[in-house]
């Protein structure tokens, strides 16, 4: 008898985990009214030139980076995925646990079969419990180093810090690179790069960034002074920026010059207030934190620096990645 009800005990264990882990989670506070957001995305080639540098590039939309998924805890979000790349896609969108909706996580011959080229493919499933700074990439092959990503975030109706900030902004970093990705990666299996990885050209921030086109190649397009991403700061005022990492192999230290940043967010969850000068982030990684426009008037510089302890030698020489900080 203790046997089978042993036997008994451990069935409906299981049984109350298996739908534990797939029933989606209820919303406890339900003072705000769900909504079904949908984007419609086509992903396909497009030749742009983000620091000056002019190549081809897998893009969302036609855009670098591509364009912002924004909604509120609870809601439904809809992807209309038109692939027209000429090769197989899938899209994953990066921190979503994806409770009930497995079959949406979009990891190829895991969570679901490719999408063909010239097929459409619709993502549907709800944030019911997630709030925060999240992204959504390409999940095949090498697709988003080359440009398939794009924010993605998650307001909170009950944010804690809500009260704490005026306005948000989307801080995105990226080491970049002049060859296709697929190209690099061809590359660096092969025998001779003794698995050192592909050394970036550049990185962005914003999807922009100069570039020195004195080494580039010959006969390539290339212009210089392409232009630093910009952000307006009003004086007094407090900003939330959203950071997130989207590099292929780089981790950054993040700083803005004179101005300190207050962690409260890091990967989707609060923490506490954290008072930091220099921030150091890593691929994949999200950060929100706040800072205080208390400057004079004038123009402050933003810096991504590359992490450059497990980088192959030749990193050395790569830039600190700056934008404008404007009063």
Known sequence: NNIIMTSRGIFFFYIILWVAI?????????????????????IEKVTLAPDGFT??????????PGPTIEVNKGDRIVMNINNKLGEPT????????????????GVPWMAQCVIPDDYEFTYNFTVPDQVGTHWYHAHETMQYVDGVFGPLIIHDPDDPYKAEYDEEIIVMLNDYHHTNAQVLLK????????????????????????????????GSKCADNAG???FEFVQNKKYRLRIINTSAFSAFFFSIDKHEMEVIEADGEYTKRNKI???????????????????????????????????PDAAASLPIIKAVVHY
């Open 228 to 230: 630093l991403a910009r």
């Open 90 to 105: 899938a899209i994953h969108a990066h921190g979503m646990l994806q409770r009930g909706t497995p079959w949406f996580d």
């Open 187 to 218: 590359q660096f299996l092969t025998p001779e790069s003794k698995g050192e990885e592909p050394v970036p050209d550049n990185g962005l921030i914003n999807g922009k960034n100069n570039f020195d086109c004195s080494k580039a190649p010959p």
């Open 277 to 311: 000068h220099r921030l150091p982030i890593n691929v994949a990684q999200r950060y929100s934190v706040i800072v205080t426009a208390n400057q004079p008037v004038d123009n402050y510089i933003m810096r991504a620096e590359f992490q450059k302890t497990c980088m």
């Open 22 to 42: 797939v029933s989606p989670t209820p919303i406890l506070n339900r003072d705000y009214e769900p909504k079904t957001n949908i984007f419609d995305f086509t």
């Open 55 to 64: 190549r081809q590039l897998s893009t969302v939309n036609g855009q670098y």
